[in-house]
Every structure is written in C-alpha cells, then in structure tokens.
C-alpha cells in the first residue's frame, strides 16, 4: 500500500530575527562602549577589578559578536543539502557562549583568589563612578535583549551581560566598602559569588544545547503522553517509532509510524490531517513527518 507523510514546515524565521539582530548589535555597542571607559578608570584607579572587568567585557563582546552571526546566518534559507537551513548554527553558537561563560567563571576565581592573597590599595571613588555607569549600560543591555526573540542563542547572549551587570555590581559595592572601611578584600569575595552565578547559568545553557545536538524529546514535552493523544484519535490502532526533537530553540519535529485500522485506511488523508491539527493545537508541534501503516503491513528493516 501506499504510505503517506505529512509535512508540516514551520515558517521562515528571518522577519522574528531581525529584531533580535538589532538588539545584539545595540549591545555590543554598549559592551566595547564600557569596556573601553573600565581600562582607562582601572589604570587611573590602579584597579585590578576594573581591568579584569574590562577583560570580562573584551570576552562577552566577542560572545556577543558570535551570537549576531548566528543569528544572520540562521536567516538563510535552506538548500538541497541543508535542508533544515542554519538553524543548527544559533546552536553551535549558544554551545561556544555556554563553555565561553564557564571560561569566564574559572578566570574570575582565579583572580579572585589572587586579588584575595595580594589585596591591593584602589581609589574608591573612581572604582565606584566607573562601576555605576557600566552597571547602567549592562542593564541597558539586558532590556535590549528581553525585547528580542528569545530563542536559546539570544539567551545565551543575555546570559552574558548579566554576568557583565553582575560584575559592575559588585565592582560598585566592593567601591562603596573600601571607601568607607579599606577592606579591599570585599572585591575578591563578590567575585567568587559571581564566578559561581555564572557557572550555575552556563549549566543550564549548555545542558539544554547538548540535549538539542542529542536530538532529546524537548523537555516540555512528554513522548507518552503525545503517543496517547495521537492514539486517542478514532480510527488509529497504535503508534510506533516516535520520535520528537527540536530543531533548534523553540522549533519542534517530530516523525513516527500510525496504523489504522481498515475501515479507515481509505480515509487516511483525512485522518492524518486531524493528526497533525492536533499536534499543533496541543503541543505547538508544526513540522511533522508521519508514515501511515494498515495492521498487516510488515515494517522492512529495523525499527528504532
């Protein structure tokens, strides 16, 4: 008998990107804006902080810089051979920003620790001008981002300039400390704190780019109870070889095998469009890709 395949393809994604483009760029402006005015207040104050900060900065615009790539490449449409297009590159892209973030982290502890043994004098004041106005662009930053499309790679993005305004804020409290008490080590303390809110961001970042390379069921989904919808439909005797896995960030397939019983295996078209109305309508699943099957139909090869 013939097999039929539904084929659901979602939607371009370039106008929903673009946005998200302008958003990076205005970012990054504002990231190389500080970075630059955190070098010259760290040499002046004689701030260890501060250039660390900067260098923090140098990396989180690069990030950043990768994370616009991605997105303008994403855009592109598919071809013969890529024939899902570049989603897969805003993944590849969130993946580097994840272990990027967790580079920051490691350096941050390292110097935290160096700063914590060998405290060195600051001037306050500077320390806590400079601090102020990078924590007013970071946060700038962020709200440019919660604007845009939030697909995992601009999360990662944003991911990035919290850890920024994390550090501009505990640069401004370890200001305020020293110039009330000289405690210069308040700055190695923080640091640590931030190091580890990072780390805990980076995880989860990373965690959900490896289940998406590993083709995992998305994890606000659950393959039984998607089985049992379909299955619940009149006329489907069982489903088998399931499969569902996204794309890329908030982009979901899914492919599997119905069987039908006889008496509506001439009606398959129709049934197969109520399948995949259904998954739309309760799971936002659009791209499907289903084999129909009688109940004497005998699978050639193995299935998975």
Avoid at 106 to 125: H, K, M, S
Wanted: proline residues 2%; hydrophobic residues 50%; glycine residues 8%.
């Amino acid at each position: 008998m013939a097999h039929h395949h539904g084929h659901a393809h979602a939607a371009p994604r370039g106008g929903a990107e673009r946005p998200a483009g302008k958003s990076l760029l205005a970012t990054i402006g504002l990231t190389v804006a500080i970075m630059i005015l955190e070098v010259v207040g760290g040499f002046w104050a004689n701030s260890l902080s501060l250039l660390s900060d900067a260098g923090h900065m140098l990396t989180d615009a690069l990030a950043l810089g990768m994370a616009l790539f991605a997105v303008t490449v994403a855009c592109r449409p598919a071809t013969a051979r890529k024939t899902y297009g570049y989603y897969r590159v805003e993944i590849l892209s969130a993946l580097t920003n994840g272990v990027v973030l967790v580079v920051i982290a490691l350096a941050i502890f390292y110097e935290a620790w160096r700063r914590f043994a060998e405290p060195q004098p600051v001037q306050g004041t500077v320390l806590l001008v400079v601090s102020a106005i990078g924590l007013t662009a970071n946060l700038a930053g962020m709200w440019l981002l919660s604007r845009a499309s939030h697909n995992l790679n601009v999360r990662a993005a944003r991911m990035h300039v919290m850890s920024d305004a994390l550090s501009s804020g505990g640069v401004l409290v370890a200001g305020v400390v020293i110039l009330m008490t000289s405690w210069y080590r308040i700055d190695s303390l923080l640091s640590f704190v931030i190091a580890v809110v990072i780390l805990v961001g980076a995880y989860h970042i990373l965690k959900e780019t490896v289940d998406i390379l590993l083709e995992s069921t998305p994890v606000h989904l659950e393959l039984v109870e998607v089985t049992r919808a379909i299955e619940a439909i009149d006329g489907i005797r069982g489903v088998h070889d399931l499969h569902i896995w996204s794309i890329t960030s908030g982009m979901t397939a899914l492919s599997g095998h119905v069987i039908l019983d006889s008496a509506t295996l001439a009606n398959s078209d129709h049934l197969l469009n109520c399948i995949k109305e259904m998954l739309k309508q309760r799971f936002c699943i659009e791209h499907t890709t289903i084999q129909v099957e009688s109940e004497s139909y005998a699978e050639v090869g193995e299935i998975h």
